[in-house]
């Protein structure tokens, strides 16, 4: 395996995250994925992607409703 390689980086990225990687093995309260916090972020990033361009501050407003 070369240094520098795609699969070389995740190999270190790994190793130098293994602690927070395995940390749901040490302490069950700890959940093993975020999926409950990326469907509650969702909508946010989402409204945000879809108000970029609303053109003013009262239709900002509007579609935030």
Sequence with gaps: MLDGSKIAEAIDYSVNAWKALTLHLDDGAVAIDNNLIERQIKPWKLGAKNWLFV?????GQRGRW
């Design 55 to 59: 053109g003013s501050e009262l239709a």
